[in-house]
């Protein structure tokens, strides 16, 4: 508002102030509720991906391609349904007789042998998916050890 002073015309300058305090309670409010949802968006079968170094960015598939993990020995999951190794070849082989162009993505556990991923492997390229790829995971390099995993590294801290 203006006042106006005896004998003038002249208005007072009002100059607003702006109360940020909701807002700042606005962003802190999403940041927790961002903080509590991210972790919960990927959940998937908990398996420890072999690492690799220098990871291809450019790689990303660029379609849905057909996610088969292997957990244990023996387990085999395609999202969040788990097979036996027959139920899963038969179940891949209707899947790539319904989409002969999808591609497949395996992900296996760092601890199972080459074995029990490589029958897996075997069994996928026998239905003829026209791509499959191997899905790890980035391992960190530390101090310059070029081998070492991130958690040996910090397993050998101890005096």
Wanted: proline letters at 7%; charged letters at 25%.
């Amino acid at each position: 508002m203006a006042r106006i002073t005896k004998g003038s015309a002249r208005a007072v300058d009002v100059r607003p102030d702006m109360n940020v305090t909701p807002l700042v309670d606005i962003v802190l409010v999403l940041l927790i509720i961002f903080m509590v949802v991210a972790p919960r968006l990927e959940q998937d079968i908990p398996v420890e991906l072999p690492g690799i170094f220098n990871p291809d960015p450019d790689m990303k598939g660029q379609f849905d391609p057909i996610k088969v993990t292997v957990a244990k020995k023996g387990e085999y999951y395609v999202e969040k349904d788990k097979y036996d190794l027959d139920k899963i070849v038969a179940y891949l082989m209707d899947q790539h007789a319904a989409d002969p162009d999808r591609r497949l993505v395996l992900r296996a556990d760092s601890n199972l042998t080459y074995g029990d991923v490589r029958e897996m492997f075997f069994r996928c390229q026998q239905i003829g998916f026209p791509g499959m790829s191997l899905l790890v995971g980035e391992k960190a390099k530390q101090g310059g050890q070029m081998g070492a995993a991130p958690e040996a590294a910090a397993q050998g801290t101890g005096g």
